[in-house]
């Protein structure tokens, strides 16, 4: 351990005594408390090397400075630059005493020793950078998760709720008109109640995708259902036709999921704003990808329909566009309201 450390001035080695054992316990203590306390262990390491040269003891534990100087510009937070600079100005007159104990270093020597002990800084700043970006980067993933995932909640509550509770407030509308009618009344009451309830039964799926310790797997609709769909709708008052073509494919994957989607806004949409209007639903099934077309005519009436934020339409089209397929919706000639969907097929659920 003696005379195998840094020898900064060339002084003569001196033998140990009690006084080298402090100044040993001061440099190794510094590395102690490097991440805890780094403005300490700068401190502590700064004082005992500075005394392990003057004294001229040259142990092992001076080498110790360029890691002290390595943690510090890692993890010290707070006066960074001070700290860099009074570091500095605290090298010169510890040269300069060194000098006139009759150290043979020279300027040279002193420069290159300052110029090793800048580089370990740089690199423990390099490191603290690098820590700091990587750190930032995983909060902007993070926040860009939480985000999308938002953004997914919300689009599975306005599909469920806006379908439930638009079908809902048109049978209720039409029931006021029923008072005259007790058989057609109970049967539409009986109407509303069954919507409820499937919009409560729905809401519960989907709150289990927001439960963590929800272990089995959550049922998403799918094109399987699009039967129960349209016969939902026209008990809603709203006169459907509904064709298929041919059969999903066993590895059509989401795509099933959003086609169910489309179709589901599609009705929703024509409830609230063509109520009592022909709607013709169409979906084709191939071996790539699912067609789905909903057209209603343009007349019809809005009473009792709740208005629309928007979000529905512009949903269906990041759905549709995640899978890399293609959405239109708009008029055409004649004024019916075509929605049409390309769905690839394939995707995984």
């Known amino acids: 351990m003696h005379n195998h450390g840094t020898q900064l001035g060339d002084l003569p080695t001196r033998p140990f005594d009690a006084a ?3 100044v040993v316990a001061l440099q190794c203590l510094s590395l ?5 306390w780094p403005a300490v262990c700068l401190t502590l390491g700064s004082l005992g090397f500075a005394l392990d040269q003057l004294l001229a003891y ?16 890692a993890h010290l937070e707070r006066h960074r630059r001070v700290t860099a600079v009074l570091l500095s100005v605290a090298y010169v007159p510890l040269a300069v005493a060194l000098d006139r104990t009759g150290s043979a270093e020279g300027l040279e020597g002193y420069v290159t020793f300052y110029l090793v002990l800048v580089l370990a800084w740089g690199i423990g700043a390099w490191l603290r950078s690098t820590r700091a970006a990587e750190a930032e980067g995983r909060r902007r993933v993070a926040e860009a998760t939480r985000a999308a995932e938002r953004t997914r909640i919300a689009r599975e509550l306005h599909d469920v709720v806006t379908h439930h509770v638009t079908a809902m407030v048109v049978q209720a509308e039409a029931a006021r008109y029923l008072t005259a009618a007790p058989d057609r009344l109970d049967a539409a009451l009986s109407a509303v109640t069954d919507t409820g309830r499937r919009a409560i039964s729905d809401l519960r799926h989907l709150l289990d995708l927001l439960n963590p310790d929800h272990d089995t797997d959550v049922r998403m609709p799918s094109v399987g259902e699009l039967r129960t769909l349209v016969e939902q709708t026209r008990q809603a008052g709203q006169p459907v036709e509904f064709a298929e073509e041919g059969s999903p494919a066993e590895s059509s994957g989401s795509a099933e999921f959003v086609a169910y989607r489309v179709v589901q806004e599609s009705l929703t949409n024509a409830l609230k704003y063509a109520h009592g209007s022909r709607t013709e639903v169409r979906v084709r099934y191939g071996e790539k990808e699912i067609l789905v077309e909903v057209s209603t005519d343009g007349s019809g009436s809005r009473t009792g329909s709740p208005g629309g934020s928007g979000r529905g339409l512009a949903g269906l089209r990041e759905r549709v566009d995640a899978l890399g397929g293609e959405f239109s919706a708009g008029r055409r000639a004649g004024g019916a309201f075509v929605v049409r969907a390309l769905i690839p097929a394939g995707s995984p659920a």
């Open 20 to 22: 080298a054992v402090l």
């Open 32 to 36: 102690a408390v490097r991440r805890r």
């Open 58 to 73: 040259h142990t092992a534990a001076s080498t110790a400075l360029p890691i002290v100087l390595m943690s510090t510009g």
